[in-house]
């Protein structure tokens, strides 16, 4: 089992950049591909990234491509999430969440480990 907790988030202005960090406690996790999600009020968890267990391979959702870049460090048992030019409608609670399996997945119910969230608020 492994532990995940989320940090970085925080107010921003659009346009600007937020770095949320995902670290691990348990397990390694280089175990696991891992993800990024969201969700705003009143709309359902959408997936924003994914990083496979070596590193090399990464997707996205569409509403963020181009913008926001996942990275992982193995030995630090981090995860992270480089946003740029953000958007107020980027603003949601965004989780980082472990997958068993490598793969490349963007289903929420494929994810076996989920943080307690961190707050993401993109100002006009």
């Known amino acids: 089992q492994v532990h995940l907790v989320e940090s970085g988030g925080g107010l921003v202005q659009a346009g600007g950049s937020l770095r949320l960090s995902c670290a691990a406690s348990g397990r390694t996790l280089s175990t696991y591909t891992m993800g990024w999600f969201r969700q705003a009020p009143g709309k359902e968890r959408e997936f924003v990234a994914g990083?496979?267990?070596?590193?090399?391979?990464?997707f996205y959702g569409d509403s963020v491509k181009g913008r926001f870049t996942i990275s992982r460090d193995n030995a630090k048992n981090t995860v992270y999430l480089q946003m740029n030019s953000l958007k107020p409608e980027d603003t949601a609670v965004y989780f980082c969440?472990?997958?068993?399996?490598?793969?490349?997945?963007?289903?929420?119910?494929?994810?076996?480990?989920w943080g307690q969230g961190t707050q993401v608020t993109v100002s006009s």
């Open positions: 990083i496979m267990r070596s590193g090399n391979g990464m």
């Open positions: 969440a472990a997958d068993r399996f490598d793969r490349t997945s963007t289903l929420h119910y494929d994810y076996d480990y």
